[in-house]
C-alpha cells in the first residue's frame, strides 16, 4: 500500500471520528438544552439525571411507577410551594401547595384552561379531540353543550336504567357462584357491568356487555385501557418534543379500536337521525351539537370538524366504564380486608333500605352517607388520575412571589402525591372512611382532594359516576360476604407501565352469599 493510500485511509479516519464526535456532541446538546430552565428562573428543582431523559429515565425503563416517582419529587420538596423537573425535556412545574394548587384550578383558572396535552390530528387519531383534550373557547362551547345532560332531573332519569344493569350484575354473579360462593376477579365483572351502564344511559345503546363475553364494545374498550409499551412510547416521544411524536405517527389508542368506536357512535347517530330517534342522553346533545357547530356553525370564531362529535362521544364512553368499574373494584379490596367498615356499610345499607321500604330511589341514595365517605376514601386511596395537568394559557404572578409562570408552562399537580400527604390524611396507606366525616373535612385546606379535578375543569361525569357506584355496591354487598382469597395480591400491586391507576395482576376476591353465612 503506498504512503498517499495510506494518508487518505488516515484522513477518511479522522474525518469518521470527528463525523461521529459531532453527531454525539450535537445530540447531547438536543438532549440537555432544555436543562438549564429552572435554574435560570430561580425555582428549586429536581437536577436532570439522565440527557434526554431528565428525570424520568426510571418510568421511561418501567421500573418506577409514576405514582412513586411524582411522590417522590413532592416530599423531597416539601413545604416548597412548588418545584421544577423535567419530563424528558419538557420542564414541568410542579404545584405542592394546596392554596396554590387551588388557585390554579379555581381561583385564577382564567390562566390555566388549558390541560396542555399533546392532541393529535383527526388523520393521526380521529378519536383525539374530545372534552379532555379540547382548549380554550372550543373546549368551552363544548362543555356547554353536554353539561344539561348531567344536571339533578337527568340523573333521576338515567337511574332507572342504572338499577336494571345493576340488577342484570347480580343474576350473573349469582348464575357463575358455586352454591357455596367463590372467587373472581371483580375489576372484569365490573368493567362489564360499567360498559352497558354507560351504553344504555349516555348512547342508547343496549349493548349486553354483562351477558356477552365476546361484546364488540368491552373487548375494544379494554384495550384501549391495556398498558403497552405503545402508550408508553407515545407520551415519551411528545415530551422529547412534538414534532418526532408526529414523525413516528405514534396512535393514542390501537388503530382497531379507534376504527371500530368511530363506525360504531357515527353509525348511531346517522341511525337516529334517520328514523327521527330522540332521546334524552348524551348522544341526543351530540347530535345537537353537530347540527349546531358542524353544519349550521352558529359558532363561526370557533371550528369544530365531525371527528370532533365522535371524539367526545368516544372520550364520555371511555371514562364511564374504566375509571367507574376500577373504583368500585378497589373499593371492595378494601372493604374485603377491613371487616369492621364493611359491616358498617352494609348496616347503612340495610337500614336505609327498610327506611324507604326497599324502593331504591335518588333519596335512598343520598341517605348512604357512610357509603359516601368509603367511596371518597376509596378514591383518596386510589385517585383515577395521578397527575393532573394544567398548561399557562397567559403569563401567571404566583402570589406574594417575585415567581411569573410563563405563557406555555407546562404544570403538574401531583394528586396522588397530595391524596397521600400524611400533613393532610394521617398514616395515608391506611384505609379510614372517618377521615371524610364532615368534621374532618372541614379541618382540611381546600386543594388537598381531588379525585375528579376540580373547578370549571371538573370531571363532567362526577355525579353520574357517583350514582353508578352506590346502585352496583348496594346491590352486591347486601347480597354477598367479600373477603380475600389466595389471588389477592396484599399489599396491592400497581400497574409500573399504565397511566392510570391500576392492579398489577387484577383484584380477585371471594363472595359468600349472606345467606350462606348466617
Request: one cysteine or more.
Amino acid at each position: 500500500m503506498s504512503a498517499v493510500q495510506l494518508l487518505l485511509d488516515s484522513v477518511a479516519g479522522w474525518w469518521t471520528v470527528a463525523a461521529l464526535a459531532l453527531l454525539v456532541a450535537t445530540a447531547y446538546r438536543f438532549s440537555t438544552s432544555t436543562f438549564g430552565y429552572w435554574r435560570d428562573r430561580g425555582v428549586p428543582y429536581v437536577r436532570p439525571t439522565v440527557p434526554l431523559f431528565g428525570n424520568i429515565g426510571g418510568l421511561a425503563l418501567g421500573i418506577e411507577h409514576q405514582a412513586r416517582m411524582f411522590s417522590r419529587i413532592y416530599d423531597e420538596f416539601r413545604g416548597h410551594r412548588y418545584c421544577g423537573l423535567y419530563q424528558m425535556r419538557t420542564p414541568h412545574l410542579m404545584v405542592c401547595d394546596p392554596a396554590l394548587v387551588n388557585r390554579v384550578l379555581i381561583g385564577d383558572f382564567a390562566h390555566f384552561t388549558d390541560h396542555g396535552m399533546y392532541t393529535a390530528r383527526p388523520d393521526e387519531n380521529p378519536l383525539a379531540n374530545g372534552l379532555f383534550n379540547m382548549n380554550g373557547a372550543q373546549w368551552k362551547i363544548m362543555r356547554q353543550k353536554l353539561s344539561p345532560v348531567f344536571t339533578s332531573g337527568k340523573l333521576r332519569h338515567m337511574r332507572g336504567q342504572v338499577e336494571e344493569c345493576s340488577q342484570q350484575l347480580m343474576r350473573n354473579v349469582a348464575a357463575d357462584m358455586p352454591a357455596g360462593g367463590g372467587q373472581m376477579e371483580i375489576r372484569d365483572v365490573l368493567g362489564k357491568y360499567s360498559t352497558d351502564v354507560i351504553g344504555t344511559c349516555a348512547f342508547g345503546l343496549h349493548l349486553n356487555a354483562i351477558n356477552d363475553e365476546r361484546s364488540a364494545f368491552r373487548k375494544h374498550g379494554k384495550a384501549v385501557f391495556t398498558p403497552s409499551i405503545r402508550v408508553l412510547l407515545k407520551e415519551l416521544a411528545w415530551m422529547v418534543t412534538p414534532a418526532l411524536r408526529r414523525v413516528l405517527r405514534i396512535s393514542d389508542i390501537p388503530p382497531d379500536a379507534a376504527q371500530f368506536f368511530t363506525s360504531a357512535f357515527t353509525d348511531t347517530m346517522k341511525h337516529r337521525q334517520e328514523h327521527g330517534i330522540v332521546r334524552d342522553d348524551v348522544m341526543q346533545s351530540l347530535i345537537q351539537a353537530r347540527t349546531d357547530l358542524v353544519v349550521n356553525k352558529t359558532e363561526p370564531s370557533v371550528e369544530f370538524l365531525e371527528t370532533d362529535i365522535v371524539a367526545n362521544a368516544f372520550i364520555l364512553f371511555a371514562a364511564g366504564f374504566e375509571t367507574v368499574s376500577t373504583a368500585m373494584s378497589f373499593c371492595l379490596y378494601e372493604l374485603a380486608l377491613k371487616k369492621p367498615i364493611h359491616d358498617k356499610v352494609r348496616e347503612e345499607m340495610n337500614t336505609t333500605k327498610n327506611k324507604y321500604n326497599d324502593e331504591i330511589d335518588n333519596d335512598f341514595l343520598k341517605d348512604l352517607h357512610y357509603l359516601e365517605m368509603v367511596l371518597a376514601e376509596t378514591l383518596r386511596k386510589y385517585p383515577p388520575l395521578i397527575t393532573l395537568f394544567r398548561e399557562a394559557t397567559q403569563d401567571y404572578q404566583v402570589p406574594d412571589d417575585t415567581f411569573v409562570i410563563e405563557k406555555g408552562t407546562k404544570v403538574l399537580i401531583p394528586t396522588y402525591a397530595i391524596h397521600h400527604d400524611y400533613r393532610y390524611y394521617p398514616d395515608p396507606e391506611t384505609f379510614d372512611p372517618e377521615r371524610f366525616s364532615p368534621e374532618e373535612k372541614a379541618k382540611r385546606p381546600n386543594g388537598t382532594y381531588m379525585p375528579f379535578g376540580d373547578g370549571p375543569r371538573l370531571c363532567i361525569g362526577k355525579r353520574f359516576a357517583e350514582m353508578e357506584m352506590k346502585l352496583a355496591l348496594t346491590e352486591l354487598l347486601t347480597k354477598y360476604e367479600v373477603e380475600p382469597c389466595e389471588k389477592t395480591d396484599i399489599p396491592m400491586r400497581l400497574s409500573s407501565r399504565s397511566l392510570i391507576i391500576m392492579p398489577e395482576n387484577g383484584i380477585w376476591l371471594k363472595f359468600k352469599p349472606i345467606q350462606a353465612t348466617k
